[in-house]
């Protein structure tokens, strides 16, 4: 007998095996799920380790394997390893990543359910926030979203340690004349454009990767941005002035892809659900501290911050609401009047 052969066969053999496991995929959870075996969902999302997102999805990942005795295991990939923002949404919605996170803005090309969002002076406060994503209003987002998309939304989680500061190289800005003639980086967003062009600036579409380039170049003079992602981004070694105007945050938004949450029995559902629900408020009181964190460390590094007067920051405020009625025809006012409602 010839051992080699056999022995070779054997390895081929256990290889088809594995194979066959292994790209089996959803088409197997039925059968992985009647023998009591591990089910493993992938995650993608663009944050660096120290950004609270990354830690709210590992925490997230770390609860649904507590709570299904370690039947369930998500598999986190982040940094923009397996997907950015708008490709995470895409795989989501082809079945090819699991579950997927996006921040709501950049949403935008796939739904409308979350262009309220934008809107500046749209929510009070952080806290007064949490009172629309994580109520009613938030569930029926979620509903819309599964209709437009065909996915999943499991929770929402704070982004960018509060709202957004205005930052420049050129002078201390308090109020929006001050603002006149800046040239200002803007995200694609129409609103965000609207907004800087209400102030008085000059608004800039430039993609994220090259910003850093354009601020050390003076393509712009400065920007509307997160303090995390500021600080994060070595942004403040091109920029000298930072004011607090309040008027613009976003959330990220945790999407399923429907054939992995069908592939799941109702009791690993609500695993899912409650582990993102815990998620949530976990996440908000990490990002709140990392703006505060953050806020600090770039008055360390050299930028004056500003803080407008209630005066001056009514000047902000009636210039940031008056773009409002330019895009009732995409977010009705009788919903922004709802917003408004729920946050009381």
Known sequence: MNWKKLTGLGLVLAL??????????????KQADQNGAVKKLVLAHSATPDNSLAMAYDKFAELVKAKSNGKLIIEVHGGGSLAGDQTAVE????????????ASNNM???????????????????E??????????????????EKDINAKVLFYLDTGGGFRVITN?????????????????????PIEVALLKA???????????????????????GEHLHPVWIYQAKHY???????????????????????????LTPDEQKIIMDAGKETQEFCAKVDAEKGQEALKKLQEAGLKLYKPTSEEAKQWKDAGVAIWPQFYDKVPKDFIDR??????
């Open 199 to 221: 102030w008085g600036a000059n608004p800039t579409p430039i993609p994220w990767p090259e910003v850093y380039t354009a601020l050390e170049q003076k393509v712009v003079e």
């Open 108 to 126: 935008a090309p796939f739904t409308n359910a979350f262009l309220f969002a934008d809107l500046p002076y749209i929510f009070d406060s952080i």
């Open 169 to 189: 190289n050129k002078k201390e800005v308090k109020t929006p004349a001050d603002l006149k003639g800046l040239k200002l980086r803007a995200t694609a967003s």
């Open 91 to 102: 795989g989501v919605k082809m079945g090819t990543i699991d579950i997927g996170s996006s």
């Open 237 to 263: 070694e091109a920029l000298k002035y930072m004011t607090v105007v309040d008027a613009m945050s976003n959330v990220h938004v945790a999407l399923m892809s429907k054939k992995a949450w069908d592939s």
């Open 16 to 29: 088809v095996v594995f194979s066959a496991v292994g790209c089996g995929g959803k088409d197997t959870a």
């Open 339 to 344: 917003v408004i409602a729920a946050q009381k």
């Open 128 to 145: 007064s926030s949490h009172k629309v994503w994580w109520g009613p209003i938030g569930e029926e987002l979620k509903q819309k979203v």
